[in-house]
């Protein structure tokens, strides 16, 4: 068999599986779990709750570990791993509130 003769049987195959697929997907609906923890006041707040509950819940923070030695550089590290490893869209004049916020409530 021609190579273009095999190229086009295999295209074609493939574009059925894709075509049989698509028309078998249906919409989900799934209901999320109430919130357990809310961002307790603290300065900058809305800012907090502007760039991080984009991604994720107060739950999520609540986890993290705490104690003396987890402060300003620990939540600045978490912050820019947010950013950086993860892709979160915080502007970087928003960072240093965002710590500012963690280090006074966590």
């Known amino acids: 068999m021609q190579t273009s003769k095999i190229i086009a049987l295999v295209t074609g195959a493939v ?6 697929g698509a028309l078998q ?3 989900m609906a799934y209901k999320l779990p109430e919130e357990t923890v809310q961002f307790p006041p603290g300065p900058n707040l809305e800012v907090v709750q502007a760039n991080c509950t984009a991604c994720h819940s107060a739950d999520y923070i609540k986890t993290q570990p705490q104690g003396p030695k987890f402060k300003q550089d620990f ?6 791993k947010m950013i950086k490893v993860y892709g ?13 916020y963690l280090v ?3």
């Open 15 to 20: 574009a059925i599986v894709v075509a049989a």
């Open 25 to 27: 997907a249906r919409p």
């Open 75 to 80: 939540w600045t590290a978490e912050v820019n």
């Open 88 to 100: 979160a869209p915080i502007d970087q004049s928003d960072v240093g509130k965002i710590v500012e």
């Open 104 to 106: 006074a409530v966590h």
